[in-house]
């Protein structure tokens, strides 16, 4: 069970690093991951009144304030406009709109879940995890760091021009996935993210135009053989490597149907 | 810690313990539609609206309410039993655990989306589990409603 002994919401993000320091004090985000431990925290460091709980945008990127609400999310029309609404794609199938609401992107990237739909498509965006004292760091890099005392500040999205697509396969609607696949293309350069395997998310690079059949094939297959896959009560690893070739050829096929008509 | 919450439209303040959930401190005000369905945030049973949002009770820390206002099913009277009616109406509700925080996300998709479609209607209430309905009778409760708030 969870247990805090205090609580104090932030008025700097100087004062809640400060806090967050000390082994026995946590950043508190949602809360939903949090709340399924058993730990005993001494001070809940609550960062909702720093004004991180939005997306903006510029004409070159999206900044995501870690207090983000994956709901807002999912509903903001710049953010899926931009990712061809791979954004929405990614987090619709996440339990519930009340869970939604609650869960933050920073709890969700800071957690570095192997089963997360959020690392998978963040790993495909040119994205840089913000940190207060560690400046930016690259999502991929961030994703294989081990968690420190830290503050993840926001997300940063550069607006590329690529186009992006997202699938999931799911045993029931709303459980955590079997597997996650994100692409991403532009400029040549083909990027597929595959999660839930059930390890975090990897990457593979291409330069090849997933719009041409034998291309998608080729890359499909070259994923199968590729990706370290595992079994857990949700799935076995083979039927994991056999739905890793599927998605990333509809993932293809996505994108070069986005490609097509931009 | 000292808060102060607006449930229903009314300002309480307390002295509360730092993890006191928000279920919990609601229920000690005497909002009991508000029930705890499992201890993993995936049932929907406990949904009540944080400003104006859809939220899990039993995942918020009564404190992080702090300054806000939070509506239960209770503050929700009029429009919860004429929607209710209609689910009634259905079958819909069997052992009626679920009730209370499906008719609260239900309310709030109405608010966000007078006329969603079908589709809409699943994906916003899939985070209600029912163990008895099927949620067909949930379905058709739903779109009998909105046909009527239409034509009325
Ligand atoms: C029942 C359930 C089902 C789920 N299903 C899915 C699913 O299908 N797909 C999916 O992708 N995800 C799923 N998740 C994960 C969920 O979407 C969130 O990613 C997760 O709850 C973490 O987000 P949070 O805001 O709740 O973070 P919290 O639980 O508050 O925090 C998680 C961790 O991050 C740290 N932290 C939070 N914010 C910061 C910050 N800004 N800086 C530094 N550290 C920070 C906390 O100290 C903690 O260690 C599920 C979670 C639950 C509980
Ligand atoms: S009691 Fe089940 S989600 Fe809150
Ligand atoms: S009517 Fe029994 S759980 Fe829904």
């Given at each position: ?23 026995t004090n946590k950043i508190i985000g949602g809360m939903l991951w949090l709340k399924m431990e058993d730990i005993r925290i001494n001070t809940a460091i609550d960062l909702s009144g720093l004004g991180l709980d939005r ?208 | ?152």
């Amino acid at each position: 069970m969870l247990s805090v002994a205090n609580y104090k919401r932030a008025e700097s993000l100087e004062e809640a690093w400060e806090l967050n320091q000390k082994r026995t004090n946590k950043i508190i985000g949602g809360m939903l991951w949090l709340k399924m431990e058993d730990i005993r925290i001494n001070t809940a460091i609550d960062l909702s009144g720093l004004g991180l709980d939005r997306i903006e945008e510029t004409d070159d990127g999206f900044s995501i304030g870690c207090m983000t609400a994956l709901r807002d999310m999912e509903t903001h029309a710049g953010f899926n406009g931009y990712t061809c609404g791979a954004a929405r794609e990614a987090v619709r199938h996440i339990v519930g709109v009340q869970f939604r609401n609650l869960a933050t992107v920073g709890g969700s990237i800071y957690g570095r879940y192997g089963f997360s739909d959020v690392l998978t498509l963040f790993s495909v965006l040119d994205a840089h995890a913000e940190l207060y004292k560690g400046g930016l760091v690259p999502i991929r890099e961030f994703a294989g760091m081990r968690p420190d005392n830290d503050i993840l500040v926001r997300i940063t999205v550069k607006k590329d021009g690529s186009v992006f697509s997202y699938k999931s396969v799911r045993n029931t609607a709303t459980d955590i996935p079997v597997l996650t696949c994100a692409g991403a293309y532009g400029g040549g350069k083909l990027t597929l993210a595959v999660g839930a395997r059930p390890g975090r998310a990897v990457c593979f690079d291409y330069e090849t135009d997933p719009g041409s059949p034998a291309a998608a094939e080729r890359v499909s297959a070259d994923v199968c053989e590729k990706i370290v896959t595992g079994s857990n009560l949700r799935a076995g690893a083979e039927y994991r490597k056999h739905l890793a070739g599927v998605l990333t050829k509809r993932v293809c096929a996505e994108l070069a149907k986005e490609a097509g008509s931009k | 810690m000292n808060i102060e919450i607006t449930v229903n439209g009314k300002k309480l303040r307390d002295e509360i313990d730092a993890d006191m959930m928000l279920i919990d401190y609601l229920r000690s005000h005497g909002c009991l539609s508000v029930k705890r369905g499992c201890e993993t945030s995936n049932c929907g049973l406990c949904t009540v609206f944080l400003d104006d949002k859809p939220v899990l009770s039993c995942s918020v820390l009564a404190a992080r309410a702090d300054g806000r206002s939070v509506t239960t099913l209770e503050g929700l009277r009029g429009e919860a039993e004429e929607f209710a009616g209609f689910i009634a109406d259905q079958g819909a509700e069997q052992c009626g655990f679920c009730n209370p925080g499906f008719v609260m996300n239900a309310i709030a998709l109405f608010r966000e989306d007078p006329s969603p479609s079908e589709e809409k209607i699943k994906e916003y209430l899939a985070g209600n589990l029912c163990r008895c309905s099927g949620y067909e009778g949930q379905l058709r409760g739903i779109e009998e409603y909105l046909k009527w708030k239409k034509q009325k």
